[in-house]
């Protein structure tokens, strides 16, 4: 049954992201669209950017997914501003990939939809280097910064 229900929910995300897809090969996400996400009550989640959360904004997703079951969470930041300021930190990592990978030991970055953030995990997740990739690397108020887990293998 969960299973079921998870499925369902899934192809509801799927019919949401893909009603943004356009011919010409990119997503058009709208200023009002924070991104989908299933938790883990299973419940379909659809962030809206809190300033431009209407009546047109909730009706228009209802229309994309085919009906009102999902939940709506007020966010921030747009997905196309999430990716618009991932583009640029990837622009940037490409041209600063030492002090990336061996200085800050960043070791991966990524849009994070269920918290409306771009998360940065570093190895040394301390406020020495969070402060020295603001200043070297890049800073805005969508990064979290977080201690990249540990992995030990037996």
């Known amino acids: 049954m969960i299973c079921t229900i998870f ?7 799927i019919r949401l ?25 299973n419940l379909l989640f659809v962030n809206i950017v809190d300033s431009l959360d209407n009546i047109y904004t909730k009706s228009d997703i209802i229309n994309r997914i085919g009906n009102k079951d999902f939940k709506i969470k007020k966010c921030s930041y747009s ?3 999430l990716g618009d300021t991932l583009n640029q930190l990837n622009t940037v990592f490409n041209r600063n ?15 994070n939809i269920e918290n409306n953030v771009i998360l940065i995990l570093l190895e040394d997740s301390t406020m020495e280097n969070i402060q020295e990739f603001k200043r070297n690397i890049m ?7 977080s201690q990249k887990p540990i992995l030990y293998l037996h």
């Not at 499925?7 to 995300?13: A, F, G, S, T, W």
């Open 79 to 81: 997905l196309k501003m």
């Open 7 to 13: 499925k369902i929910l899934e192809e509801k995300k």
């Open 97 to 111: 990939k030492y002090l990336l990978k061996e200085n800050l030991k960043t070791s991966n970055f990524e849009i």
């Open 17 to 41: 992201d893909h009603s943004f897809y356009r011919k010409t090969g990119n997503f058009d996400f709208p200023l009002y669209y924070g991104g989908s996400y299933i938790n883990k009550n």
């Open 139 to 145: 800073d805005s108020p969508l990064f979290h910064f």
